[in-house]
Each structure stands twice: as structure tokens, then as C-alpha cells.
């Protein structure tokens, strides 16, 4: 323990981006920071070739599955996140852009802050960090995503993504290894991208910039200490003061130990939850309950966003062209005002999500679509067996599909609880609770049928979006929504938790609005500004509080 007598100045719970970028500042700033990190540490010798390696995919640690991507299964969406040392940047596919100005126009964070004056300082800073620059290598699914757009009459939109990945310059073959090529020679050596497409399946190839190679690096180089393998599962306020201001325990468990769990407990003065929109929601539900943090505003839970997103693709069985080269997500369009494509790919060999693919099928949610998609798998046997066969047998999926990721921003959310699930009452888990949001973009669907007719191929869809209705995200957000009292958020405009002191949350969970774009960039923009205001380590009083009513 340190002079102090806390073992640490801040604990931040999760390694993701809101979690690195928090951890690097702090450690800049002066504190002594410790990151608990559930998810393990992986590097190129120990990540997996292909994602039929599920055990090295999958994250499910009672299951004996120690991978670092999880499918999480909801009554209204399936979420896929990441779960590592580096949190979602080892599974995501490096595509780092600004949402448009009008997201701060919306939502319970809309006049909290001069955010279209303020932002572009910290998405400018989170840019550089990154290592973000316009992708230079397009494959074959962004040349026909753009072929595409041209004869949709929107071509006009066609934009390379802006992607965190170390790419060699134009005309040099990849796979070069260069010493530190961003930080003045502080951060690590960097190796040019290969056009592999395996992104999501973490870089063995030490292109991508995932956060491991940037903020949570810089950060354990200042002395921050990293603990991978621990979950967080307690949190409490020290020497009975309720509003955490004489510093809070926090209690951790071996998250990958199937018996012995070696329970831990760390002391600190203040606490950073960056556990992603997901664990956030999961971990502060349970602490309010169990009154470790009653305190918490009964808004937890509510205004849950996925992005309004839909997966969906046209698979070219036995093409000659290789779908999955170039980067994981290469380039957009915008086929209207809210409703934006990228073209998307997975690693040639992983093809272990094909099994979740099924033919295209439009109508009305509920038995006419099933029975839609029953006669259009008749039919589509019937006029040719074998190459129906060849589109819904996964092998060969990720090198034969254009998978297309349509994102609107047009609002809709839904409230997440804890609550038992029927078939499994034993244990208390997140549930969703709302509306239904629209599985299913009809300007989006019909994008994928016109690409397949125009270069031969068949339009699918996912299996949970056509038979249950549900859709599937990976850009999960909200939960803890930012407002001007605890009344109507959880968090202040500075990520201040309401009811306690020098306790913040700096993840997906405070997001406020469906952003239309991917959303790490946003999520790591926030954090920088919430760092920046809470004062070197020499200077602090431990007394930062939100203050209810803190509209600016
Ligand atoms: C396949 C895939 C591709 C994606 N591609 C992109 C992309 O190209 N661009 C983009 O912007 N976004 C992308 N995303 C989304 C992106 O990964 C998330 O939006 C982002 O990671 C969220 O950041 P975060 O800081 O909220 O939390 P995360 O990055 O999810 O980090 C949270 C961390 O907290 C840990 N944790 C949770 N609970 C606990 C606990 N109790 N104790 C200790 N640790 C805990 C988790 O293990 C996790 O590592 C992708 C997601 C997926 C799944
Ligand atoms: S395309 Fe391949 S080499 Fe390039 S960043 Fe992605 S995984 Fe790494």
C-alpha cells in the first residue's frame, strides 16, 4: 500500500476505450491507476488464424471458451462485443469515424455543453492516437460497393472509410516493420498492413492500431498497472461515508478460474467505469441492488441504443474475386439522409459465421416472413439446388460474401434491466424491456438485392433478424445517460456519476444518441474530455462531484 493508504489513486473497471484513454491520462496527470481487465491478453503468437478456433474466439469462461469476442442473446437484439486486454479494439475492425454534428442536437446530453464547438478539439486528439488516416487499400467488396452506389445513383456518397491502421504508402507492399512510427519512438515498433481483411479477428500482423499498440500501451509504460484476467464485482464507499468521498474498495474475482475464483480487493480514491455499455449496465445494476452504490439515479438501464443496425450481404457462391481482402471495413455510402453502408469482411477461413446467415426475406415480422423465407428456400432449391446448397453452407462464406453494415440515425432505443430469464431463473441477468426496434431496413434490403442482381449473387440476411425479429449490433450504447440531474441520467456532461464523488463513467454506456457511424471514436472523444477536467495529481482535493442542475 502507498503513503497514501490507498492501494491505488484510480481504479478504472475495463481496458476498452474508454478505459485506455482514461488510463493514459490519469497516468499522465500524475495518479497511480490500476485497469481490471475481465478479458486476457493477446498478442499476434496467441491470437487465433481462423474463428473456427472458437475456444480462442469465443468469450464464455465457464464454458472453458477464453477468446476475446462475445454474442450476447437479448428478447430484442443480439449484441456482439469484445471482451480483452484492449477491450473491443482487438475484435474491431479499426474504422474510426466523426458523426455528424446533428447527434449533439438529440438525446438527454442535447444543451448540456457547447458540444459542436468543444468536440472537434478531442476527436482531433483521439485521431492522433489512434493513428487515423483515410484507408488506401480497397478490395474487391468496396470496388463493387461502389459500382453499386453508381448504378443506385448515389455513388456521389462512395467514401473510403478513415480507419486506425498502419497501412504502407501507396505503390509498397505490406508487411514492412518500421520503428515507432507514432509516438516519437515512445510507443511500440509497427508493421505495415498485409490487406488480410482479418481485423476482427485480431492483427497477427501488428497493423492495427488497437489500443494495446497506443493509449493502454503509453499508459502501463507510465506506470499503470494492468490486471488482466480480474472482473470487478463489488464496489463500495470506504469508512461508511455513502458519497465515496473518503475513497471506495473494490472487490475482484479470477474471471477465467472455473472453482478457486482468488477473490481480491483493492483500495482507491476514485473509480472510472469503462466497462463498455454492456458490463457498465451489468456491474452498476448489481451494486445499486445489493447497496454497495444505492445511490445510483433509477434512470440506469434506460435509453439503450444499438445504432439502429442491420446486418445483411449477398453471398457469390464459387467467385472468382476474394471478398474478404483488404481491410475489415474499407469504405461507405450513404443510400439516403439517415441511412449509411459500409462494406464489410472477415478473414478468408473464418467462416464460422456463415451458420448465421439465411436468404434475404422481406414482409411483415412474425410467421408471414418465416413462412416468406420457407418459400423462398423452396423456390430457390427448386430453380437451383446446388448453388442454394453452396450460399447457406458456411465453408468458403467469408471469402465469397460483400457483408453490408447499414446503420441509421434515426432514434429508437430500448431499457435494460436485471431480471431472471424463464428458462434459466437461477441467477439474475441484463434483459431488455421496450419497443422493438425495426429489424429491418426496407431502403437497405433492397441495396443488397440490386448488388446481387447486378453482379450475380444472392442477397442474405441474419438468421435471428428474419426468424425472431431481432436484430444484431455490435455498437451497443447508452444505459447511463449523460443529463442535467439525476432525475433524468446517470452521469453529468463530465461523466460524473450522480451521488458520489470522484466516481465516473467513461464508456459506449454514456453515448446519448444512435450516432449513424461506428462509435469508438466518439466513445474515446468523451473520455479525453472528461479526463481533461479533473486536475493533476498535485493539485486535486478528491472533491469532484457532479452538481445536480449543471446545464452550461
Ligand atoms: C466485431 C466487432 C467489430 C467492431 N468494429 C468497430 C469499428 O470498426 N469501429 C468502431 O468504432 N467500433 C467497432 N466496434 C464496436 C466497438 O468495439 C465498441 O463500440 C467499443 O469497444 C466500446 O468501447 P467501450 O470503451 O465502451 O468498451 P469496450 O471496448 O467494450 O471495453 C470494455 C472492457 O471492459 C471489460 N469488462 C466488462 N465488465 C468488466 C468487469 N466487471 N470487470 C472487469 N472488466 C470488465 C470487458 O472485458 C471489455 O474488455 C466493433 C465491435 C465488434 C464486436
Ligand atoms: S487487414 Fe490484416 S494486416 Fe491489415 S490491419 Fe487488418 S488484420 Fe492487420
Not at 51 to 73: D, H, S, V
Not at 91 to 106: C, E, F, M
Not at 243 to 268: I, M
Not at 269 to 283: C, K, M, N, P
Amino acid at each position: 500500500m502507498a503513503d497514501s493508504g490507498f492501494d491505488f489513486d484510480f481504479i478504472v473497471i475495463g481496458s476498452g476505450f474508454g478505459g485506455s484513454v482514461t488510463a493514459h491520462r490519469l497516468t499522465e496527470k500524475g495518479y497511480r491507476v490500476a485497469v481490471m481487465e475481465m478479458g486476457r491478453r493477446w498478442d499476434p503468437e496467441n491470437l487465433p488464424r481462423t474463428n473456427w478456433l472458437f475456444w480462442r474466439w469465443i468469450w464464455r469462461p465457464n464454458m472453458a471458451l477464453r477468446g476475446f469476442f462475445n454474442l450476447e442473446f437479448f428478447r430484442h437484439v443480439v449484441i456482439a462485443h469484445g471482451c480483452a486486454v484492449g477491450g473491443g479494439s482487438i475484435t474491431y475492425a479499426g474504422t474510426l469515424l466523426v458523426p455528424k454534428d446533428s447527434i449533439w442536437d438529440s438525446g438527454s446530453w442535447a444543451q448540456l455543453a457547447p458540444w459542436k464547438t468543444e468536440m472537434p478539439h478531442y476527436y482531433e486528439t483521439a485521431m492522433r492516437m489512434l493513428g487515423v488516416i483515410e484507408n488506401r487499400i480497397l478490395g474487391p467488396a468496396d470496388r463493387l460497393l461502389k459500382q453499386v452506389a453508381d448504378a443506385a445513383g448515389v455513388g456521389g456518397t462512395f467514401y473510403r472509410t478513415r480507419v486506425g491502421v498502419f497501412q504502407p504508402p501507396e505503390g509498397e507492399a505490406g508487411g514492412r516493420t518500421y520503428p515507432d512510427p507514432y509516438f516519437g519512438g515512445k510507443g511500440p515498433e509497427r508493421t505495415t498492413c498485409i490487406s488480410c481483411g482479418g481485423c476482427m479477428m485480431g492483427c497477427r500482423h501488428n497493423a492495427k492500431n488497437s489500443l494495446d499498440k497506443n493509449y493502454l500501451y503509453l499508459a502501463e509504460k507510465r506506470g499503470a498497472r494492468v490486471f488482466a484476467e480480474t472482473k470487478v464485482v463489488d464496489v463500495a464507499p470506504l469508512n461508511g461515508k455513502a458519497d465515496g468521498s473518503e475513497g471506495y474498495e473494490v472487490r475482484t474475482v479470477k474471471s477465467t478460474a472455473p472453482l478457486r475464483k482468488g477473490p481480491r480487493h483493492f483500495t482507491s480514491r476514485g473509480v472510472v467505469f469503462a466497462a463498455s455499455a454492456l458490463g457498465t449496465l451489468d456491474l452498476l445494476f448489481r451494486l445499486k441492488k445489493k447497496g454497495s452504490l444505492p445511490a445510483i439515479s433509477d434512470q440506469l438501464g434506460n435509453r439503450v441504443r444499438t445504432n439502429a443496425e442491420s446486418l445483411i450481404g449477398v453471398r457469390f457462391p464459387g467467385s472468382r474475386e476474394d471478398f474478404s481482402k483488404g481491410v475489415a471495413i474499407g469504405s461507405g455510402i450513404y443510400i439516403d439522409q439517415y441511412t449509411h453502408i459500409e462494406a464489410v469482411r472477415y478473414p478468408e477461413g473464418s467462416d464460422a459465421l456463415g451458420f448465421l446467415c439465411t436468404l434475404l426475406t422481406s414482409g411483415r415480422p412474425g410467421w408471414t416472413r418465416i413462412l416468406l423465407l420457407v418459400r423462398n428456400f423452396l423456390r430457390a432449391l427448386l430453380r437451383n439446388p446446388v448453388r442454394t446448397a453452396r450460399c447457406l453452407h458456411p465453408f468458403g462464406w467469408a471469402r465469397e460474401s460483400l457483408i453490408l453494415l447499414c446503420m441509421q440515425t434515426l432514434d429508437g432505443h430500448l431499457d435494460m434491466r436485471l431480471g431472471r430469464l424463464w428458462f434459466w431463473p437461477f441467477r439474475k441477468t441484463l434483459v431488455s424491456r421496450g419497443q422493438r426496434i425495426p429489424t429491418y431496413i426496407p431502403q437497405a434490403n433492397e441495396f443488397a438485392r440490386k448488388t446481387a442482381e447486378l453482379a450475380g449473387g444472392t442477397p442474405m440476411s441474419m438468421v435471428t433478424e428474419v426468424l425472431f425479429d431481432i436484430p444484431c449490433t455490435a455498437h451497443i450504447l447508452g444505459g447511463c445517460p449523460m443529463a442535467a440531474s439525476p432525475a433524468r441520467g446517470v452521469v453529468d456532461f463530465r461523466n460524473r456519476v450522480f451521488g458520489y464523488k470522484n466516481m465516473y463513467v467513461c464508456d459506449g454506456s454514456v453515448i446519448a444518441a444512435n450516432l449513424g457511424v461506428n462509435p469508438s471514436l466518439t466513445i474515446c472523444a468523451l473520455a479525453e474530455r472528461a479526463v481533461s477536467y479533473i486536475p493533476p495529481a498535485w493539485r486535486t482535493q478528491w472533491d469532484d462531484a457532479p452538481e445536480a442542475g449543471s446545464e452550461v
